[in-house]
T-cell receptor
Framework: AQSVTQPDIHITVSEGASLELRCNYS??????LFWYVQSPGQGLQLLLK??????LVQGIKGFEAEFKRSQSSFNLRKPSVHWSDAAEYFC??????????????FGKGTKLSVKP | ETGVTQTPRHLVMGMTNKKSLKCEQH?????MYWYKQSAKKPLELMFV???????ENNSVPSRFSPECPNSSHLFLHLHTLQPEDSALYLC???????????FGPGTRLTVT
């Protein structure tokens, strides 16, 4: 079955440290890939998306993600974390962009805590 | 107002009440979605509307009834809910079904 895996349920990093959140997917072909962020009690905000082309994608709030086909991964990174980045992060994929079969499939999320 | 809005933001209702959740998108999108987000569970897709037609209903109990009167508005009518229905209900819209989705802030529902 098609799936999205975020192996880390909870990560804690120090403010100013670098961050990498992992995401792996299982599909035969390259899906379309997204990262979302959710602050407590809020909706999900789109951070970035990958459709094709350059495998390093820049997003909002200083985040970037790299698509690695050989590893079926789309990891999210930030060079220096700010306390306001504490939130839950969701990786999502869609197999058929813009098509009737295509709904987003979400990972279970990674909760990020930032310590001063 | 821009983006996706949801009202009310918080709702407490008894098991015998009838209430409705409202979602409005100001993005000119053609698809709209309802999700349920419970504590410690992944996001659950409930309903999908594309061009105002329901295209997906993921085995959701009949006590949840969606309505999409036009491409900008989506409702979720609730009746005879159970305590386990307490959750954050999220609405989203997208340019087309299967493209990136934009979410509203959610309605926190508590069933007593």
């Amino acid at each position: 079955a098609q799936s999205v895996t975020q192996p880390d349920i909870h990560i804690t990093v120090s403010e100013g440290a670098s961050l990498e959140l992992r995401c792996n997917y299982s599909y035969g072909a390259t899906p379309y890939l997204f990262w979302y962020v959710q602050s407590p009690g809020q909706g999900l905000q789109l951070l970035l998306k990958y459709f094709s082309g350059d495998t390093l994608v820049q997003g909002i709030k200083g985040f970037e993600a790299e698509f690695k086909r050989s590893q079926s991964s789309f990891n999210l990174r930030k060079p220096s974390v700010h306390w306001s980045d504490a939130a839950e992060y969701f990786c999502a994929v869609v197999l058929n962009y813009g098509g009737s079969q295509g709904n987003l499939i979400f990972g279970k999320g990674t909760k990020l805590s930032v310590k001063p | 107002e821009t983006g996706v809005t949801q009202t009310p933001r918080h709702l407490v209702m008894g098991m015998t009440n009838k209430k409705s959740l409202k979602c409005e998108q100001h993005l000119g999108h053609n698809a709209m979605y309802w999700y349920k987000q419970s504590a410690k569970k992944p996001l659950e897709l409930m309903f999908v509307y594309s061009l105002e037609e329901r295209v997906e209903n993921n085995s959701v109990p009949s006590r949840f009834s969606p309505e999409c009167p036009n491409s900008s508005h989506l409702f979720l009518h609730l009746h005879t809910l159970q305590p386990e229905d307490s959750a954050l209900y999220l609405c989203a819209s997208s340019p087309a079904q299967g493209s990136e989705q934009y979410f509203g802030p959610g309605t926190r529902l508590t069933v007593t």
